[in-house]
């Protein structure tokens, strides 16, 4: 609210543009704090994108994505999630969950880091080695949905409720949304699919 903005000779589209999007952004978290997820680091400034997570009982953790790509994290350290890899940048887009993050380079590849656990079947950072082309990443609680350029949907991580189960056949998305125990996909006629627990 105390910046100023002042247009002259510019196309209506750009000028709306530059006005809902200024150069600097804040980031500010709010809620339970017992583990630092609210202690926004300083010096955050150019942030598009950010996402919090955390599970029971271990507090949160939260990443910021900045205009440069690379990303940050703080909060809860647990299984490494507020520790962002040395391999992490050109992203294009972030997601948390309870014990993993995801991350999507502008390439199109996906990558996670935090809790797999394969051991007792949670596969969280266990992204499909056949993933490509993805345009769009969704995390929730304990498993991960990537949709690709194609229109075709990947999903990944523990299959409580058949969450990673994606339904046979399902083409022509253009949107995704990860849920805590079901998914939704939204295709390009309009019409939406949902899969997991009902």
Known sequence: TANNYTFSNQPVDQAFYMLAKPQNTMVVGWGKYSVGECDVPLGITNAVMVAAGGGYGNGGHSLA?????????????????????????????IGAGWYHNLVLFTNGAVYAWGLD??????????????????????????????????????????????????????????????????????????????????
């Not at 440069?68 to 050109?90: E, H, I, K, Q, R």
């Open 117 to 198: 656990a394969s051991n007792i079947n949670y596969h969280l950072t266990d992204v499909p080695p056949d993933l490509t082309n993805a345009s769009v990443i969704s995390v929730q609680a304990m498993h991960s949905l990537a949709l690709r350029s194609n229109g075709t949907v990947v999903a990944w991580g523990y299959n409580f409720a058949g969450e990673t189960n994606v339904p046979s056949g399902l083409s022509n998305v253009v949107a995704i949304a990860a849920g805590f125990w079901h998914n939704l996909a939204a295709k390009a006629d309009g019409t939406v699919t949902a899969w997991g627990r009902s």
């Open 65 to 93: 994505l900045l205009v440069d790509g690379s990303v940050l994290a703080w909060g809860n350290n647990y299984y490494g999630l507020a520790s962002v890899p040395t391999n992490v940048s050109g992203v294009s887009m």
